[in-house]
């Protein structure tokens, strides 16, 4: 009987080609991966940003008034509240709510009926009083009566007339009159109405010309005095500024705050500005000093100090740089430089938000905004 060998070798040859085929396809593979990894590193190398758009302008050196600048409230010259000192009842009102008053014009009148009546009878005894003196001063003359009778009838008088005096000034504070020039509120009282003693009729108020009252640290009183000028805006009225003085400087210093309450007078002959409307206030300085501006928007506000991107040119590029500045005074959309920047250096004014330590930048100053010392924005 005949044995049939194995053909071994065969079929181990065929594994050592699988083996082979498959080393060559991970090498090529890997081969084609190193190639798209060096690529990729040296495309890497030479990668560049896109230039971020911006607009630039320059630190320009201007001069500016000293100023110091404050939150204020409008206050009236003159403020009371008009009540009525006696009771009574409303008899006759002549003014309407809002009215502007003269000093001395007839507001209100209460009833009085009853003291008019008193008063006729005290003005009669009175001239039956002065009468009866005179008789008694002539016959005195003549010794026909005796000195004390005299001096019952002068007295008599003096009664009667204090009695007559004492009804008139009932009558006149029953008789309620514009104390000053000013404005009247809105009316508290009706016809008929019977008002308790010190019950309110209205508020009075005085508001041409009218007060701005504000605080300043104490390191101002050395340059702060009476008549300086002062610049109001409020944002009631966008745009518009008025011009007043400085008529009170307080003696005393808050312990708390060590501020210092001022008042500034200002015109306002329409009556457009009122008691209690806020107010941003500027109290200006006759010296002039030199200062470093750039637009309010160039600047990035943080905690750990405020900065601003400079340009600078780097291999034909323009790049920006960041600085830390110390700002100053801000007037309108510019801010002061104290410290930081020098004078013709180019910053960007605005697109900031988006830059770092070496962007690249795009100007298109054709976009940048205006920015101005005192602007005028618009609702458009």
């Known amino acids: 009987m005949e044995t049939v060998a194995v053909k071994k070798p065969a079929k181990a040859k065929t594994w050592i080609i699988a083996i082979a085929g498959v080393v060559l396809v991970i090498a090529i593979l890997a081969g084609i991966k190193v190639t798209q990894i060096r690529k990729m590193m040296a495309s890497g190398k030479t990668f560049k940003l896109p230039p971020e758009s911006v607009t630039t302008t320059k630190v320009e050196k201007t001069s500016w008034l000293a100023s110091r600048e404050a939150v204020g409230t409008l206050v009236a010259v003159r403020a009371v509240t008009v009540a009525s000192e006696l009771a009574g009842q409303v008899k006759q009102i002549n003014f309407d709510s809002g009215a502007d008053v003269h000093k001395g014009d007839l507001l209100l009148k209460l009833d009085t009926s009853v003291e008019e009546a008193q008063l006729a009878s005290a003005e009669a005894d009175l001239k039956l009083a002065e009468v009866n003196a005179k008789r008694a001063q002539v016959l005195r003359k003549t010794s026909a009566n005796t000195p004390s009778e005299l001096d019952t009838a002068e007295s008599r008088v003096a009664e009667t007339l204090a009695q007559a005096a004492q009804l008139k000034a009932i009558i006149a504070k029953k ?197 101005k010392l005192s602007p005028t924005p618009t609702d458009k």
Do not use: C
Not at 244 to 269: K, L, M, Q, Y
């Open 175 to 371: 008789t309620i009159r514009a104390p000053f020039d000013g404005r009247l509120a809105i009316r508290q009282v009706e016809l008929g109405q019977v008002l308790t003693s010190g019950a309110l009729i209205a508020s009075l108020q005085s508001v041409t010309p009218i007060h701005a009252e504000f605080w300043l640290p104490q390191q101002v009183l050395s340059d702060l005095h009476v008549n300086m000028r002062a610049e109001m805006q409020t944002d009631v009225f966008p745009g518009k500024k008025w011009n007043g003085v400085i008529t009170t400087v307080n003696p005393e210093v808050d312990i708390s705050t060590r501020n210092v309450r001022v008042r500034a007078t200002f015109p306002n002959t329409d009556g457009t500005l009122k008691p209690g409307m806020f107010a941003n206030v500027a109290v200006l300085s006759n010296d002039e000093r030199p200062a470093l501006v750039i637009p309010a928007t160039a600047v990035m506000y943080a905690p750990y100090g405020d900065s601003v991107y400079s340009v600078e040119n780097k291999d034909k590029d323009l790049v920006a740089h960041q600085k830390f500045v110390r700002l100053g005074e801000r007037r309108g959309d510019l801010v002061a430089v104290t410290t930081g920047l020098e004078a013709g250096e180019t910053i960007v004014s605005s697109g900031a938000f988006k830059l770092h330590n070496g962007s690249t930048l795009a100007v298109h100053n054709d976009l940048a905004p205006d920015a």
